[in-house]
């Protein structure tokens, strides 16, 4: 499993890949729906995540501003936020400093 393989010593995106999984599991394709129904148009958007960003942007919605999120670094979550800061793109440079 995923966890097991983290408790042997791979990160999060790694342990995803050796046992068969994508990255990320999360499809954002509803978005366009959802965003439609409600007419959103242009929005602001709170997350770290660039993925969130392009699928809003995707769903031809305008983002006039992407609002970090802001994270507590603790030893049980520091090497979980490097590697989605290093192999995801997130934004935690505020709290690790810039690892890229």
Excluded: C
Excluded at 20 to 28: A, I
Excluded at 56 to 78: H, W
């Amino acid at each position: 499993t995923v966890y097991k393989s983290q408790h042997e010593g791979y990160d999060t995106v790694d342990a995803q890949y050796i046992n068969g999984h994508p990255n990320d599991l999360r499809n954002y394709d509803y978005l366009k729906d959802i965003l439609e129904h409600y007419r959103v148009s242009v929005g602001r958007l709170i997350t770290n995540n660039p993925q969130k960003e392009l699928a809003f942007e995707m769903a031809g919605v305008s983002l006039q501003d992407s609002i970090k999120l802001p994270s507590t670094v603790n030893d049980y979550n520091r090497g979980y936020l490097e590697t989605k800061m290093v192999k995801n793109n997130h934004n935690f440079i505020q709290e690790l400093g810039d690892l890229r």
